[in-house]
């Protein structure tokens, strides 16, 4: 089995905000709900960086160790899911989350949080495969589709890589290798001359 | 020789000290910073400055990494809830032993029939209105800290998930109204709680436990007392905190809330715990003193024995009733009767 991972490359991300706009296209994500952002560091100064950023799915999540209902399970491909119908909404995943990815539409009442959503993976559920009650609680299932996530598949720069970590970081080395690994030659406006 | 011990520590531990110091100067040459190592350093917000910005608008949508969450979970995973459940377990342990030891407290005396009015019927219904608040804000709280390792094995997922989602929404909607009746209760019993002369001799003889006979006690004894103010201080605290974690929309940093649920717990956990107790004593652990919360009266010899001094200004201003004006207003009254079935029926 695989072990499906994000990567982003920060030389590469120019933050076009289209893998935000592909995920909230493609999952018909309720309004106020992100499942991923760009977030630029250092924004119009030297060094300026951006990273996508969404559920991570971490091997040791620590979301489904807070959770009280024990809403979280891990797929045999690593991609970390939630059971909408068992989820309460009360909001420690997000407390715990350090990336922030776990969103809460806002309920009716007194904007009380409804029912967490996070970036799947682009692979659904617990529902199966492909059924309107799947697609309507966590958006499409493209993995079961033999599709990588939407995010990724259409980055312009193809900073944002989705697919088994092996794979990614292979990609990713060849990339270093070709950059050349020295902080002398990786971004030589970076550095700080002088002393 | 300890204490020379000691000195050979502290001189070595000058020595590397001004080594340092004086290896501090500028070095000559270039000093690089890894552009790489910069990045990653701000991303995990290492130094807690300068967050990023994003297009998605957001509280804290600027944030890459927050590594307060991994504490916080932490935090409530292994202590928060290990040593929560082992208080609320470890209280009713303790109360269950100190009934088998020492009994009902019994009146000295017995009862005389002659009553005293101790409570209001408005001062009982606020007391009650707290009670019956904070006892389903305390279980309804509790299913959320404990529900997954005690009661999620016994009922299943669903069943459960069912369980802790009527608990969070009550827990939410109930929540406000146990700051308005704490207003009320801090409104209504403040001046009586107030800390007085004799009330130190309460606290040394340990309220009784200490020495022969009852500790000498006001209107409230000094126990009574630190117990409101206990009640007042940390329920405003719970309060506070509480409303903060209730309304997510009002622009708090998740920083906020994870503080906020910390000290929310703490706080009820505290009160939960005293609280067990304030009803043992309050009911099966002392005779004669569930009367006085039920219909307002108590036994003047009740009243002698538990606070004195306040049985004694009953004697001089002549307050008390006979058995028969007792039954009298009980049977008249419309309020004493009714209230009760009207608590219970809540």
Sequence with gaps: MARMKFFCDAERCIECNACVTACKNEHEVPWGVNRRRVVTIKDGEQGERSLSVACMHCSDAPCATVCPVDCFYTTGDGIVLHDKDICIGCGYCFYACPFGAPQFPEDAAFASRGKMDKCTFCAGGPEDDHTSDEYKKYGRNRLSEGKLPLCAEMCSTKALLAGDADVVADIYRKRIINRGASAFNWGVNDLNLGG | ?346
């Design chain 2, 1 to 346: 020789m300890k204490f020379r011990t000691l000195l050979i520590v502290m001189c070595l531990a000058l020595v590397p000290f001004q080594a340092f110091s004086q290896d501090d100067k500028p070095e000559p040459g270039v000093f690089m910073k890894d552009p790489g190592a910069e990045l990653w350093r701000q991303v995990r917000q290492r130094d807690m400055e300068g967050v990023g910005i994003s297009q998605v608008r957001g509280v804290d949508s600027g944030v890459l990494i927050n590594a307060r969450g991994d504490q916080w979970a932490r935090f409530r995973m292994t202590q928060l809830s290990t040593y929560g459940g082992f208080a609320i377990a470890g209280i009713f342990a303790i109360v269950i032993l100190f009934y088998v030891v020492r009994g009902r407290v019994p009146i000295e005396g017995g009862l005389s029939g002659r009553m005293v009015k101790r409570f209001t019927d408005y001062e009982r219904v606020v007391h009650w209105t707290l009670a019956i608040v904070f006892l389903f804000l305390a279980l309804t709280g509790l299913i959320l800290l404990l529900g997954r390792p005690v009661l999620l094995p016994l009922f299943g997922k669903e069943v459960f998930s069912l369980m802790a989602s009527a608990s969070k929404e009550g827990h939410n909607l109930f929540g406000p109204l146990f700051l308005v009746s704490l207003i009320m209760m801090l409104i209504s019993f403040a001046r009586r709680n107030i800390y007085e002369k004799g009330d130190l001799t309460w606290l040394l003889r340990g309220g009784g436990l200490i020495g022969e006979g009852h500790a000498s006690g006001g209107f409230f004894n000094m126990g009574e007392k630190t117990w409101y103010w206990m009640v007042i201080l940390i329920g405003l605290v719970i309060s506070v905190s509480g409303l903060i974690l209730v309304s997510p929309s009002l622009g708090q940093g998740r920083v906020i809330m994870e503080l906020s649920h910390i000290v929310h717990t703490i706080g009820a956990l505290i009160l939960m715990t005293v609280s067990v107790g304030h009803m043992y004593l309050g009911s099966i652990g002392s005779e004669g003193s569930l009367e006085g919360m039920k219909t307002g009266y108590v036994d003047i010899n009740w009243a002698d024995a538990h606070h004195d001094r306040w049985g004694k200004v009953c004697h001089e201003q002549d307050l008390i009733i006979s058995a028969e004006e007792y039954a009298r207003l009980q049977g008249q009254k419309p309020g004493a009767g009714e209230m009760e079935t009207a608590e219970q029926s809540k």
